[in-house]
C-alpha cells in the first residue's frame, strides 16, 4: 500500500477542525514534501519524523514522500502532526497495518528519540472529536449525569495531554509515551500490548479547599469587604481606590476564594482556554481563574491576538478573575481594549488571513491610588500634588471605560494602633456561603447573575420602591449619570436586596448601591 490516510486536529481559535494527513509514497528521487498551508513549525517536522523513525528501528523509505494536509486553505501550524505523519509514513510503506487508523484520531509532537511531547489544545482537540461523534458536548468527566455509549472513535496523543483530555465525559482517550508504544498497539495480537484508554481522577470539593489566600487575614476595611461580598454574588466589576499599603492587593487576591463554585459548564470552557495556552491541569478543576498582569502588559497581551491568534488574559482569565494593579499605569490603549469585551463577554480576534473568537467573561478588579504621590486623603503622610496632576493621573482612566466598572470605593489608610486593636476578620468560608446563597437565589429567579442582565430584564427584576426610585432619580439628576450607570446601579441593588433575603428592592438596597457608584470624577 503506498497510500495511508489518518485523522487529526488543527486549532482555529477555540475550534479544532477535522485535518486529514494524506502519506503517499511514490517512485523517484528521494525527497519529502509536506503541502497544504504548513506552517514553518509544520514544515520542520519532516526532520524529526526521519529520526523518529530511524532512531525506533524502523526504515525511512527512500521514495518520493508527499504529505497532503487536507483541507488545503487551512493554516497548520504546530508540531502536533508529526504522530500521524509518522504513522502514515510506516502504514504506507507496509512496516505496521493499517487496518485500524480509521478508528483512531492522532496528535502529538516526536523528539528525535521517538517520545512524544505533548501539544496545545489537546482539551479543544477532544472537544471537536467528540462534538462529531454526539452531535453535542458531552459534560465533564465526573458529573453524576448518566453515561452515554462511547464514541466511535479514539483519540492517541501524548501522556502528558491525557488528563486535560479525558476531562470531556466518554472520549476515548488513549495515550502513549513513545512513537514505538502506538504502533506496537496496532500489531499487537493481545490485548496486554495495547494501549489502555485513559480515565482522569477528579479532586472532590475538599481537596480543592484552601485554594485561596483567607479573607480572616485581612485586618479592618469593613466597607471594602462588603463591597467585594457584593461584587462576587452579582459578578461585578469593581475599582478600589485608596493609598499605597492600604490592602487593595491583599483584598483581590482574596476574591476568588468567595465566588461561587463553577458550574461543570463552566469548569470545562475554562479549561479549554487554558488548554489553548500552556495546557490546563486537572489538579486545578474547578478552581477559578486569577489573572493579574503586570501594568506594562500589551493590548495583544491582554486581549489576544498573534498571526495565529491565540487567547490573552481577559480569555484566560474567564469564569474568573483579572486583576488589574496600579490601573493608571496601563497604557491608556491596552484599557481601552477592555470596553467591548467587558460588555459582550467575548473578544474576536481579527487578521487578514483568519479570525478567531474566544470568550471572555471575567469578574475585572481593579486597583489604584487616587494620585501620582499616592497619598491623597491619607490620615498621616501628606500629599504633595497640585490639583492638576491629580486630574490628569486619573484622567488617564476614560470615561466610558469608568462607566463600565459597576463599583467604586475607597479603601481607607489604617492607623499602626488601628491595626493592633482590630481582630482577625470574617473568613472566606463565611462569606462563600451568603455569595453562593445570593447567586443561587439570581438563577433560580433569571437563570442568570444579576450582572448579565439585559434591559428587558431590569425592568421585569429589578424595579425599586418608590422611595427607592426617588432618591436614585434624584442622584442621577446630580451627578449626571448616563443610562448605563442607572441600570448598574439597579443591578447593584438587585444584589444587595438578594444578599438580604429580599424579593423587592428597598431604599435602603438603593442607597447602598449608589455609595458603591461614586466615580472618580465626583471625587
Same mark, same amino acid.
Given at each position: 500500500?503506498?497510500?495511508?490516510?489518518?485523522?487529526?486536529?488543527?486549532?482555529?481559535?477555540?475550534?479544532?477542525?477535522?485535518?486529514?494527513?494524506?502519506?503517499?509514497?511514490? =517512485?523517484?528521487?528521494?525527497?519529502?514534501?509536506?503541502?497544504?498551508?504548513?506552517?514553518?513549525?509544520?514544515?520542520?517536522?519532516?526532520?524529526?519524523?526521519?529520526?523518529?523513525?530511524?532512531?525506533?528501528?524502523?526504515?525511512?523509505?527512500?521514495?518520493?514522500?508527499?504529505?497532503?494536509?487536507?483541507?488545503?486553505?487551512?493554516?497548520?501550524?504546530?508540531?502536533?502532526?508529526?504522530?500521524?505523519?509518522?504513522?502514515?509514513?510506516?502504514?504506507?510503506?507496509?512496516?505496521?497495518?493499517?487496518?485500524?487508523?480509521?478508528?483512531?484520531?492522532?496528535?502529538?509532537?516526536?523528539?528525535?528519540?521517538?517520545?512524544?511531547?505533548?501539544?496545545?489544545?489537546?482539551?479543544?482537540?477532544?472537544?471537536?472529536?467528540?462534538?462529531? /461523534?454526539?452531535?453535542?458536548?458531552?459534560?465533564?468527566?465526573?458529573?453524576?449525569?448518566?453515561?452515554?455509549?462511547?464514541?466511535?472513535?479514539?483519540?492517541?496523543?501524548?501522556?502528558?495531554?491525557?488528563?486535560?483530555?479525558?476531562?470531556?465525559?466518554?472520549?476515548?482517550?488513549?495515550?502513549?509515551?513513545?512513537?514505538?508504544?502506538? /504502533?506496537?498497539?496496532?500489531?499487537?495480537?493481545?490485548?496486554?500490548?495495547?494501549?489502555?484508554? $485513559?480515565?482522569?481522577?477528579?479532586?472532590?470539593?475538599?481537596?480543592?479547599?484552601?485554594?485561596?489566600? &483567607?479573607?480572616?487575614?485581612?485586618?479592618?476595611?469593613?466597607?471594602?469587604?462588603?463591597?467585594?461580598?457584593?461584587?462576587?454574588?452579582?459578578?461585578?466589576?469593581?475599582?478600589?481606590?485608596?493609598?499605597?499599603?492600604?490592602?487593595?492587593?491583599?483584598?483581590?487576591?482574596?476574591?476568588?476564594?468567595?465566588?461561587?463554585?463553577?458550574?461543570?459548564?463552566?469548569?470545562?470552557?475554562?479549561?479549554?482556554?487554558?488548554?489553548?495556552?500552556?495546557?490546563?491541569?486537572?489538579?486545578?478543576?474547578?478552581?477559578?481563574?486569577?489573572?493579574?498582569? $503586570?501594568?506594562?502588559?500589551?493590548?495583544?497581551?491582554?486581549?489576544?491576538?498573534?498571526?495565529?491568534?491565540?487567547?490573552?488574559?481577559?480569555?484566560?482569565?474567564?469564569?474568573?478573575?483579572?486583576?488589574?494593579?496600579?490601573?493608571?499605569?496601563?497604557?491608556?490603549?491596552?484599557?481601552?481594549?477592555?470596553?467591548?469585551?467587558?460588555?459582550?463577554?467575548?473578544?474576536?480576534?481579527?487578521?487578514?488571513?483568519?479570525?478567531?473568537?474566544?470568550?471572555?467573561?471575567? +469578574? *475585572?478588579?481593579?486597583?489604584?491610588?487616587?494620585?501620582?504621590?499616592?497619598?491623597?486623603?491619607?490620615?498621616? =503622610?501628606?500629599?504633595?500634588?497640585?490639583?492638576?496632576?491629580?486630574?490628569? !493621573? +486619573?484622567?488617564?482612566?476614560?470615561?466610558?471605560? *469608568?462607566?463600565?466598572? &459597576?463599583?467604586?470605593?475607597?479603601?481607607?489608610?489604617?492607623?499602626?494602633?488601628?491595626?493592633?486593636?482590630?481582630?482577625?476578620?470574617?473568613?472566606?468560608?463565611?462569606?462563600?456561603?451568603?455569595?453562593?446563597?445570593?447567586?443561587?437565589?439570581?438563577?433560580?429567579?433569571?437563570?442568570?447573575?444579576?450582572?448579565?442582565?439585559?434591559?428587558?430584564?431590569?425592568?421585569?427584576?429589578?424595579?425599586?420602591?418608590?422611595?427607592?426610585?426617588?432618591?436614585?432619580?434624584?442622584?442621577?439628576?446630580?451627578? =449626571?449619570?448616563?443610562?448605563?450607570? !442607572? $441600570?448598574?446601579?439597579?443591578?447593584?441593588?438587585?444584589?444587595?436586596?438578594?444578599?438580604?433575603?429580599?424579593?423587592?428592592?428597598?431604599?435602603?438596597?438603593?442607597?447602598?448601591?449608589?455609595?458603591?457608584?461614586?466615580?472618580?470624577?465626583? +471625587?
Amino acid at each position: 500500500m503506498s497510500l495511508a490516510v489518518l485523522k487529526s486536529r488543527a486549532l482555529a481559535g477555540m475550534e479544532a477542525p477535522e485535518v486529514t494527513v494524506e502519506v503517499h509514497l511514490a =517512485n523517484g528521487l528521494p525527497s519529502f514534501t509536506i503541502v497544504g498551508l504548513p506552517d514553518t513549525e509544520v514544515k520542520e517536522s519532516k526532520d524529526r519524523v526521519r529520526a523518529a523513525l530511524q532512531n525506533g528501528g524502523f526504515e525511512f523509505p527512500a521514495r518520493r514522500s508527499t504529505v497532503n494536509l487536507a483541507p488545503a486553505d487551512l493554516p497548520k501550524e504546530s508540531g502536533r502532526f508529526d504522530l500521524p505523519i509518522a504513522l502514515g509514513i510506516l502504514a504506507a510503506s507496509g512496516q505496521m497495518p493499517a487496518d485500524e487508523l480509521s478508528k483512531y484520531e492522532f496528535a502529538g509532537e516526536l523528539s528525535l528519540s521517538g517520545a512524544l511531547r505533548p501539544v496545545r489544545g489537546a482539551l479543544a482537540m477532544t472537544f471537536a472529536m467528540h462534538r462529531g /461523534c454526539h452531535g453535542t458536548l458531552a459534560p465533564p468527566a465526573g458529573n453524576a449525569a448518566p453515561a452515554r455509549p462511547a464514541p466511535a472513535a479514539g483519540f492517541i496523543l501524548p501522556r502528558a495531554n491525557a488528563d486535560e483530555a479525558a476531562l470531556v465525559a466518554d472520549a476515548a482517550i488513549f495515550p502513549a509515551d513513545s512513537l514505538l508504544q502506538v /504502533c506496537a498497539h496496532f500489531a499487537a495480537r493481545h490485548a496486554d500490548a495495547r494501549l489502555v484508554r $485513559h480515565r482522569v481522577r477528579l479532586q472532590t470539593a475538599p481537596a480543592r479547599a484552601g485554594r485561596h489566600a &483567607d479573607f480572616a487575614e485581612v485586618k479592618g476595611q469593613a466597607q471594602a469587604k462588603r463591597a467585594l461580598e457584593v461584587a462576587a454574588a452579582g459578578g461585578h466589576s469593581i475599582l478600589l481606590l485608596g493609598p499605597p499599603g492600604t490592602g487593595k492587593s491583599m483584598l483581590a487576591a482574596r476574591f476568588a476564594g468567595i465566588l461561587p463554585p463553577m458550574s461543570d459548564a463552566e469548569a470545562l470552557e475554562s479549561a479549554a482556554v487554558q488548554s489553548l495556552t500552556s495546557g490546563f491541569d486537572a489538579a486545578r478543576w474547578k478552581v477559578r481563574p486569577y489573572r493579574a498582569p $503586570h501594568h506594562t502588559a500589551s493590548g495583544v497581551a491582554l486581549v489576544g491576538g498573534g498571526n495565529t491568534p491565540r487567547p490573552g488574559e481577559i480569555s484566560l482569565a474567564h469564569c474568573g478573575v483579572l486583576f488589574l494593579d496600579e490601573l493608571p499605569e496601563f497604557d491608556r490603549r491596552v484599557l481601552e481594549v477592555l470596553r467591548e469585551p467587558m460588555e459582550s463577554g467575548q473578544i474576536t480576534i481579527s487578521r487578514a488571513a483568519r479570525q478567531a473568537d474566544f470568550p471572555a467573561r471575567f +469578574q *475585572l478588579i481593579a486597583a489604584m491610588n487616587p494620585c501620582p504621590c499616592g497619598y491623597l486623603g491619607h490620615p498621616a =503622610n501628606r500629599c504633595q500634588c497640585t490639583p492638576e496632576s491629580v486630574r490628569r !493621573y +486619573q484622567a488617564r482612566i476614560s470615561g466610558p471605560l *469608568l462607566d463600565r466598572i &459597576d463599583m467604586q470605593i475607597q479603601v481607607g489608610a489604617l492607623t499602626h494602633a488601628e491595626l493592633q486593636k482590630m481582630a482577625d476578620g470574617e473568613s472566606s468560608l463565611a462569606i462563600a456561603g451568603r455569595v453562593a446563597g445570593a447567586r443561587a437565589a439570581q438563577l433560580a429567579r433569571q437563570d442568570k447573575p444579576n450582572h448579565v442582565l439585559s434591559s428587558a430584564d431590569i425592568d421585569r427584576h429589578c424595579r425599586p420602591d418608590a422611595a427607592g426610585e426617588d432618591i436614585l432619580r434624584l442622584t442621577m439628576l446630580r451627578l =449626571n449619570w448616563s443610562a448605563r450607570a !442607572y $441600570h448598574r446601579v439597579l443591578k447593584v441593588a438587585r444584589t444587595i436586596a438578594d444578599l438580604a433575603g429580599s424579593n423587592g428592592i428597598g431604599q435602603a438596597h438603593v442607597a447602598e448601591a449608589i455609595q458603591y457608584r461614586r466615580a472618580l470624577r465626583e +471625587q
